[in-house]
């Protein structure tokens, strides 16, 4: 089992930045890629990007263009989301989870509670 817990989220201007922190606790967390996903009010959870066990990989989806990046420390259990150059249209409910290194939610048996990202225009 792996419990997981986002922390971070919070009101920003456009143009700004943030760092998404996931917390894990129980065994084997370093044996587990570790997703990022969000969901918008009124639309669908969509993938954001996810990071290999060691950390060596991660790949993204196509809207994060370079802006957004994640990295692990498993030592501290942790994986962050930096958000950068944040734009209104990245307003959500962010979500890590822990599972297979893949772009579908259905991969990730673990979730987090989601933290809440506002970027204000």
């Known amino acids: 089992q792996v419990q997981l817990v986002e922390s971070g989220g919070g009101l920003v201007q456009a143009g700004g930045s943030l760092r998404l922190s996931c917390a894990a606790s129980?065994?084997?967390?370093?044996?587990?890629?570790v997703g990022w996903f969000r969901q918008a009010p009124g639309k669908k959870r969509e993938f954001v990007g996810t990071i290999t066990w060691s950390g060596a990989n991660q790949y993204y989806a196509d809207f994060v263009k370079g802006r957004f990046t994640i990295s692990r420390d498993n030592a501290k259990a942790t994986v962050w989301l930096q958000l950068n150059s944040l734009k209104p249209e990245d307003t959500a409910v962010y979500y890590c989870?822990?599972?297979?290194?893949?772009?579908?939610?259905?991969?990730?048996?673990?979730w987090g509670q989601g933290t809440q990202v506002t970027v204000s225009s």
């Open positions: 129980g065994h084997s967390f370093d044996n587990f890629a």
């Open positions: 989870a822990a599972g297979a290194y893949a772009s579908s939610a259905a991969e990730y048996g673990y």
